[in-house]
């Protein structure tokens, strides 16, 4: 796996090669321990109660493998694991608070290809962990496994080894909770939607048909090797095409595990997720619910979002890629609304992460408030031209140190002045540098994109 576990969204690999089971063990393992004892939970108590980890996972075929090995490390700590099955990530952050157990861990890779796997842990507040637990959860994973070894931690033995338990209403938890999360009712909406083959196919339909929407679904079955291939939030394609058809007054597509979502208007075309927060926040602000006027983006989020945001009186911060650290500048700022252009759109009254569902519901909503199709809605952002190239290379630690990288953006930078800008940074979850251009012209724009990407790839080691 590299020098660290974890990248910008929990540990990440080819299953069964980079994350094996081996490693799904030990960090179930931590996971038992150390989410215990952060909480302040003695798993063995005077009163008999025990520490309580809830598990779920999505579609991929390598899914049942790994959490065989991730329960096993839990229970071997005398933790039990709450078993809720193939279910969204936002799901699992949902039910860590409301079966009020100690943590929660997924096992996903979210967009990523059906030969990846990840595991993504929560705290018993449904948060993510923060970069200094996760260096403890390293710690604990890497410390010497050798046979004969002695034991960081005494395990348990007869009535004190955890057990599994499988929570038989855990969707229609999750459901019923993002169904309460409506501001209105979707009747006469006509929605499409794409599942990507993954973990939202058992909730997203079902939530938005009791709210009132006619529903049509495309990749909502699975089986296990198909997961966000050629569908989903990563390739609009097939979900546009079905609502371009007619009758249709949004699309929503989902990724694998269901924390992220991006959409499209009524003639079929791409409403990204800088578009889907501009639209939400105006919502909010109309209705006096955007704290502080207040909204988290990320650096990557365009600078049309930004101008949009000063037309109607909300503050944007900006913060590093990734919706845990939109999360902490949220709680930071005191925001109720962040998100990436990604898709992942954080709604903090309503989950602790990001929320497909939350999103999908949250935006028909405001579309249905404004009494106006989704294609005049995302007028309220006029985006500048943005371009993105993603570098393939040896080793993403080596970027900080060129000097031939730093000068391109330099130069680049220069040229654009205040009408552009550039993000040059490493893939927190694959071997990538991502390289980002924003400029008034769409050719300028690609232009220079290219120009840094060739360096980068010069100085890196890339791989075609």
Known sequence: MGARLFGTDGVRGIANAELTPELAFRLGEAAGHLLIERGSCDSHDPHGSRGRIVVGRDTRLSGAMLEAALVAGITSCGVDALLVGIIPTPAVAFLVRDLEADGGVVISASHNPPEYNGIKLFDRSGFKLSNDFEFEIERFCLADHRIGAPHRVKRPTGDRVGASHHIADAHERYIAHAVRTAECSLEGMRIALDCGHGASASTSADALRRLGAEVETINCDWNGTDINVDCGST???????????????????????????????????????????????????????????TVVATVMSNLGFEAAMGNIGVSVERAKVGDRYVLEQ???????????????IIFLGHNSTGDGLVTAIQLACAVKFASRPLSEAVKI???????????????????????????????????????????????????LVRVMVEAAEEQIAADACNCIAEVVFAELGGTR
Do not use: K, W
Not at 249 to 268: S, T
């Open 381 to 431: 952002m006029t985006p500048y031209p943005q371009v993105l190239v993603n570098v393939p290379v040896a080793d993403t630690t080596a970027l900080a140190a060129s000097r031939a990288i730093s000068d391109a953006v330099a130069s680049v930078e220069r040229l654009l002045g205040e009408r552009g800008r550039v993000l040059v940074r490493a893939s927190g979850t694959e071997s």
């Open 235 to 293: 390739h609009l394609g097939a979900i546009s095409s079905l609502v371009a058809e007619g009758g249709f007054d949004l699309g929503i597509a989902h990724d694998g595990d269901a924390d992220r979502v991006l959409a499209v208007d009524e003639f079929g075309n791409a409403v990204d997720g800088d578009q889907i927060l501009a639209v939400c926040a105006e919502r909010m602000n109309v209705a006096e619910r955007l704290a502080n006027s």
């Open 330 to 344: 949220m709680r930071t700022t005191g925001a109720v609304l962040g998100g990436e252009q990604s898709g992942h």
